[in-house]
């Protein structure tokens, strides 16, 4: 009978434990399926968590609807605690510069806005940064360029040479005035003066109120001068020399955004089939090194597929490749 008895108090006590570790298991397995859902809403930005956004600015600019309903997006997001624009470009069309600082000065209205310049930030890139609350850019970067131009190519002596004439009948004698099919004239020339003017008084007028300074008191910037960044920062037209360290410590400082927080890159989404069409071509020219098949791969590339499509006034800095 003891026997007995201690069998089944064994068996008791088993049973016990047995469903100690099976409570144990089950309460592990629904903290872990807990930890694993929390992981993919705070990546799937379920879960707020604050961070400084980063935009990146390259290239060639142009009225990009994209790129505008990015900074949209990043206006309206909760965990953006504020937003650094880091600028490497020449500049592009002015209304796409235009277009820009609008949004720009629409999401400074919310979160704290600071441009980092790289490399260039001239011209229409200049007006992006004109946008944001702090300016900072290397000692070396190239910026300025405040100006605006108006090209357009002409044909007229090319065609004569080939006998091709191009007729024309039109409203009046401005319209399509300047033309490649024909010298300018007199008028033609003076409403593409008054064009460029206007929207160069437009351009400075940004420099001054968002500066705060007279464009006339600083050399050659009314004549569309670029600038060193140091000598930037000595005529005013940047705020500070630095990098992203710089930037962050600023908005820390200086904007009251929490420290430590991660800096996050937002992109444009663009069409995945013309990218892949465009890795495809660098991939077939690294194989073959056949040079067409090179120059087909620097064509394909995004900055000039935007230059083949600028038209209208611009404000870019222009520089040689050679």
Same mark, same amino acid.
């Given at each position: 009978m003891t026997f007995e008895t201690e069998a089944?108090?064994?068996?008791?006590?088993?049973?016990?434990?047995?469903s100690l570790?099976?409570?144990?298991?089950?309460?592990?397995?629904?903290?872990?399926?807990?930890?694993?859902?929390?992981?993919?809403?705070?990546?799937?930005?379920?879960?707020?968590?604050?961070?400084?956004a980063r935009v990146t600015l390259e290239g060639l600019i142009t009225d990009d609807r994209d790129l505008l309903r990015l900074i949209h997006k990043i206006g309206e997001s909760k965990r953006v605690a504020a937003v650094i624009l880091f600028v490497n470009s020449p500049g592009g069309t002015t209304a796409g510069g235009e277009a820009l600082f609008e949004a720009l000065r629409n999401l400074a209205k919310t979160k704290p806005v600071v441009a980092q310049f790289g490399t260039v930030a001239t011209s229409a890139a200049y007006i992006a940064g004109l946008a944001t609350d702090q300016i900072f850019a290397r000692g070396n970067t190239i910026t300025g360029s405040v100006g605006v131009i108006f090209q357009w190519p002409e044909f007229s002596q090319l065609l004569e040479k080939l006998g091709i004439r191009v007729n024309e009948i039109k409203s009046g004698p401005l319209k399509a005035n300047p033309s490649p099919f024909q010298p300018i004239d007199e008028a033609g020339r003076a409403a593409a003066e008054q064009m @460029?003017?206007?929207?160069?008084? +437009?351009? &400075?007028?940004?420099?001054? $109120? /968002?500066?705060?300074?007279?464009?006339?008191? #600083?050399?050659?910037?009314?004549?569309?001068?670029?600038?060193?960044?140091?000598?930037?920062?000595?005529?005013?037209?940047?705020?500070?020399?630095?990098?992203?360290?710089?930037?962050?410590?600023?908005?820390?400082?200086?904007?009251?955004?929490?420290k430590g927080l991660k800096v996050v890159d937002w992109k @444009?989404?663009?069409?995945?089939? +013309?990218? &892949?069409?465009?890795?495809? $071509? /660098?991939?077939?020219?690294?194989?073959?090194? #056949?040079?067409?098949?090179n120059e087909l791969a620097r064509i394909m590339s995004e900055d000039r597929l935007a230059s083949l499509r600028l038209d209208g006034l611009l404000s870019i800095w222009h520089f040689s490749e050679r």
């Open positions: 089944v108090l064994d068996r008791r006590r088993l049973r016990r434990r047995l570790w099976r409570t144990l298991a089950v309460v592990g397995g629904f903290l872990a399926a807990g930890l694993l859902l929390f992981s993919s809403a705070e990546r799937a930005g379920l879960v707020e968590q604050k961070q400084i @460029v003017a206007e929207s160069q008084r +437009w351009f &400075l007028d940004l420099v001054r $109120t /968002r500066r705060h300074i007279d464009t006339k008191d #600083v050399a050659g910037l009314e004549q569309g001068r670029v600038f060193s960044g140091r000598d930037a920062l000595a005529n005013k037209l940047i705020d500070q020399i630095g990098g992203e360290p710089e930037v962050v410590k600023y908005l820390e400082d200086q904007k009251g955004v929490p @444009v989404s663009r069409d995945s089939d +013309w990218g &892949l069409l465009r890795l495809g $071509t /660098r991939a077939l020219a690294r194989m073959t090194g #056949v040079p067409a098949v």
